[in-house]
């Protein structure tokens, strides 16, 4: 697990990549390295979400885990009139997702390093957004669910990618208890992205 992605300092030597990918018609550029999350292409889950996600029409946005910042940066392109917060426990994700904010000509976005909420602890936001980090375990992904409601406004969404199989009915059971509700978003190639009103 040393080489995990989920940790503040990851211990493989910096190799760094460019991703160039469309979401929405709208052309973006990556720049990746070893030891974040999936480094080399889009992931299929971050993909869907990215895809599928509901944004509000102005307000605060939260991309918990952004890893090098692809939800968060499509957020705050596909509306310029929101303030995108950003967050990950690894240093490393968090200086690419700042490099890739002004790679992607995005000033509305704001990038914090710390463990899931602690960084925003004192903002409440419309939408919260997540690909949650499963490998990294359920001690991790259960706070960034149960947590989420006390950092939500009054019918804020909080929005999470699962893998169907692997995850996706224990989620959405954690999800309706913390929130009283949970629906399926959308579903494709193995993953589907639930969300849950505050």
């Not at 299929?44 to 944004?55: A, F, K, N, P, V």
């Not at 957020?75 to 967050?87: I, K, R, Y």
């Amino acid at each position: 697990m040393s080489n995990h992605y989920f940790v503040k300092h990851p211990k493989s030597k910096p190799d760094l990549g460019i991703i160039r990918t469309y979401f929405r018609g709208r052309l973006f550029e990556f720049v990746t390295s070893s030891g974040v999350f999936s480094r080399t292409r889009i992931d299929l889950g971050t993909r869907l979400l990215i895809e599928s996600m509901i944004l509000p029409e102005k307000g605060n946005v939260l991309d918990v885990g952004c890893g090098y910042g692809p939800v968060g940066i499509a957020a705050a392109v596909f509306n310029s009139n929101l303030h995108v917060f950003m967050t990950d426990v690894n240093e490393r994700a968090v200086r690419l997702a700042e490099e890739n904010a002004k790679r992607n000509a995005v000033q509305n976005v704001e990038v914090r390093c710390g463990f899931l909420y602690e960084p925003v602890r004192e903002m409440k936001f419309e939408t919260i957004l997540s690909n949650p980090p499963i490998t990294a375990g359920m001690k991790v992904v259960v706070p960034l669910i149960t947590q989420a409601p006390e950092q939500l406004v009054e019918g804020g969404l909080l929005q999470v990618v699962v893998r169907s199989k692997i995850s996706g009915k224990r989620l959405a059971k954690i999800m309706n208890e913390a929130f009283g509700n949970v629906d399926v978003l959308a579903r494709r190639s193995g993953y589907r992205v639930l969300v849950s009103k505050s």
